[in-house]
Structure formats: C-alpha cells, structure tokens
C-alpha cells in the first residue's frame, strides 16, 4: 500500500514539474501569461530605431515649406479645423532613453499626406513649465530640448503652473505626492480639454498623453470613425477610447464557476475514461485549473476577436485608460469641463482626489452616455516610465545592478495593445514591438 502511495506522489511530482519547465519554455513569449520573460534588447532596440526615425523626421522636415507647416504659417486661421489635438506631457524619469514626447509627434505628424491634411487639425502641446515637478533637472531640461526640435512642426505649446491652485490640507501643507500627482493630472486634462474646446473651434477633439504611438493608418481610420458617429447622433456617445488593451482581460473571481465546472469535467473523464483513482483524477482537475491561469484568459480566448470596429464599453464595466480620448460632440464637452472644474475644487479634500479615467467613466455614468471603443486600436502605449511618481521614479533610487531587473518587470506589466493597428509595412512589427 505504502509503495503505491509513494508511486503516485513521485508521479504526481514529476508529472508537476515537467509541466511546469515545459510551460516556462514554452510560455515565455505570451504576454500576459504567468512565465512571460519580456525580451529587453529587442524592446530597447524597437525604441532606439523609434527615436531615430523621429529625430531623422524633425531634422530633414525643418525647412519644410508646405507640408508640415502649422494653420498660421498657412495662413489659413479663418478656415474652421476639423480636429484639434491635445497632447499631454508627464514628468517622467530617465526622458533622454526613452524621449517618448518625440516618438508621439512624429508618429502624428508623419500621418499627413501633404499640406490640405495638416492645415485641417491643430495640434496643442500641453507641458507644466515647474521645474519642481520632476524628480530631476536632467529630465526636466532634455524634456525642453526635444519641445524646442518639435515647437516649429506645432500650433502652440501652452506651458502650465499650478502653483497657485495646490489643493491644501486643513494646516496649510500641501498634501502627499501621490494626491499632488492625481490633482495634477485631472487639472492638466481639464486645462487641454477647455483650450481645445474654446480657443481652436474644432469640431473634434483628440486628447492623448505623451506615451502614446499613432497608427499609420490613424487618419484614415479616425475619418471612418467620425462618420459613423455622425450617422448615429441617436447613440449618445460621450467619447472613444482609441486605445484599448488584453491587460485587464485575465480570470477573475466571477470566473469561480468555470473552474468548477472544469474541475468536475476533468476528474469525471479522468476517473471513469482514463480509469485513474479518485486522489488522481482530483490532482489532474487541479492540475488543468492551474495550467489555465498559467497560460491567461487573455491567452486562450480574444477577448476582442468579435469586436471589430466600434464597440460599447458595457456599463457595468470601468472605462480606465487616458492614452487616446476622441470627444466628437461639443454639448457633452462642456457638460465634462463643468462637472472636472467642480471635481477640480472638491480636490481639496484627499478622499475626492481619484484619476482622470474615473473622473470621465463617473461623468459618463452619471448622465448615462455611452461609451465606445475601436478595434483596432489606433494608438499603441508605449510608455515604459511612469509619469506617475511613486512609479516611474522608483527607477532612480534603485541599485544601477538591478536596473536590469527592473525593467523587466516593468515590461511584464506594460498595459500594451496586440490589436495595434501597424498598417502593412512588414517593417513596422520591428519599430512598434512593444510586448
């Protein structure tokens, strides 16, 4: 009896380890699955090829005469845009490796087909010109460096201080750096929202934030989109994401009755087909459920595979993400900036300070707009470093020996798109490998 129970324990271990040296080998490419291992090199190499093609774009392009040339150089001011674009900047550690603000550009700006194309949108750059805002002065001056390549290709680039509007504790101190970051954040969108809105008289608007890479098919895409929105008015579309990621796709705890179910199927085939004893066919119910949440939902099942074009963000789902937000209707435009800048004076109170992402999917829920999303994504987040202090500058305090380690990790949690648009260059799977 002692023999055949430490038989079956010897096969079980066995049976667990090979599975488990398999799945490492063999899952080390998936994202989102639980063995992912990023490769590093090829993703800094993708980067490094991204920064070169941009800078390549904004030097031999300096002296353009027509194509690039902003609305006022065209002289065309008195013509109304068809989109204004509102790109917003982070302070992020470590700006002169990764330079996302320059990828973003030119990945826009590389999209017009001549001049008609550009004189047709308006693009605003959104930066905060306090020095104090940013972990290093290194960042904050190669930050101005790459703004000074990119101001002559751009409409405006409108500098902004919130010193005056710090929200304030009950003993005057200004509060913790997260809640300073999340104020920010909401003013800087509220502030690049009402610029666009009222100052450029367009009827879209596209606001994305600095780490955030357009699709070579961007325009064409947006064009499609905007005339769909327009044949249904009837909708009531608040906005679109043109951003969407598989990252918050995975099991959860509602996905309880599945494994169950699967649990129950597993041991049932393996006791009575496979005529396994009851503790085995119980470890191989198991052992399946594991191999599952190893490989990721995201994994086995598309979760956009149905979903192409555009799509409703279901209602009882959170609408988290900022990367790329199309507002198409000025009615509901003004409704947003009213209900941030009462957000915006309740922030003096901590417990009211929550991302900008929240603030519009509560905005949406509240007057019951619909929300919509575009399959393929048209904007891939490329962003590495966080703007989020507690984030991206954990990197500078950090041994330089586990940078390495580091970065892995945050590659493994990089919430990036695999529907991304790339267009049908067989070269850009190189320049836009991100995961």
């Not at 690039?68 to 900047?89: A, D, S, W």
């Not at 000074?148 to 710090?166: A, G, S, T, W, Y």
């Not at 417990?351 to 891939?380: C, G, V």
Request: charged share 25%; glycine share 2%; hydrophobic share 40%.
């Amino acid at each position: 009896m002692m023999k055949k129970i430490y038989k079956i324990i010897l096969i079980f271990i066995f049976t667990v380890s090979l599975i488990y040296y398999g799945l490492l080998v063999i899952l080390k490419s998936w994202k989102y699955s639980s063995f992912y291992e990023p490769d590093v090199n090829l993703l800094e190499n993708s980067n490094s090829k991204r920064i070169q093609l941009a800078l390549d774009f904004f030097s031999t392009n300096k002296n353009t005469i027509n194509k690039y040339r902003t609305r006022k150089e065209n002289n065309v001011t008195h013509h109304r845009p068809q989109l204004c674009i509102g790109v917003l900047t982070a302070p992020r550690s470590f700006y002169k490796s990764r330079r996302y603000l320059l990828q973003s550009m030119y990945s826009i700006l590389s999209r017009f087909k001549g001049k008609k194309d550009r004189v047709s949108v308006i693009i605003s750059i959104f930066t905060n010109n306090n020095r104090r805002r940013w972990h290093n002065k290194n960042d904050f001056t190669d930050h101005r460096i790459d703004l000074e390549i990119i101001r002559p290709f751009v409409d405006n680039i409108v500098l902004m201080d919130h010193d005056v509007q710090k929200p304030m504790e009950k003993n005057g101190n200004f509060q913790k750096v997260k809640y300073n970051w999340l104020y920010y954040e909401s003013i800087d969108y509220l502030k690049a929202l009402k610029h666009c809105h009222l100052n450029s008289d367009a009827d879209n608007i596209l606001l994305i934030e600095d780490d955030s890479f357009a699709s070579p098919n961007m325009f064409v895409k947006l064009s499609k989109i905007l005339k769909v929105l327009k044949k249904n008015v009837e909708k009531n579309v608040a906005y679109v994401k043109l951003f969407s990621t598989e990252h918050f796709f995975g099991f959860e705890n509602s996905d309880a009755l599945f494994f169950i179910c699967v649990f129950i199927i597993v041991s049932y085939i393996s006791r009575k087909q496979l005529k396994l004893n009851l503790i085995t066919s119980f470890c191989t119910g198991i052992l399946i459920i594991i191999l599952l949440e190893t490989i990721g939902k995201q994994n086995l099942i598309d979760p956009f595979y149905f979903h192409k074009g555009l799509n409703q963000i279901p209602f009882s789902s959170i609408d988290s993400n900022t990367v790329a937000v199309l507002f198409h209707d000025h009615s509901k435009v003004s409704s947003l900036i009213n209900y941030m800048e009462d957000i915006s004076q309740e922030k003096t109170k901590r417990k009211n300070m929550i991302e900008t992402d929240l603030i519009l999917d509560r905005w949406s829920r509240i007057n019951k707009f619909q929300r919509m999303y575009s399959i393929p994504s048209l904007f891939q987040h490329i962003g590495l470093i966080s703007g989020k202090p507690w984030k991206g500058d954990l990197v500078n305090f950090m041994n330089p020996k586990n940078k390495e380690m580091i970065y892995r990790l945050m590659y493994k949690d990089m919430k990036t798109s695999r529907n991304f648009d790339i267009g049908t260059n067989p070269t850009n799977h190189i320049l836009f490998k991100v995961e």
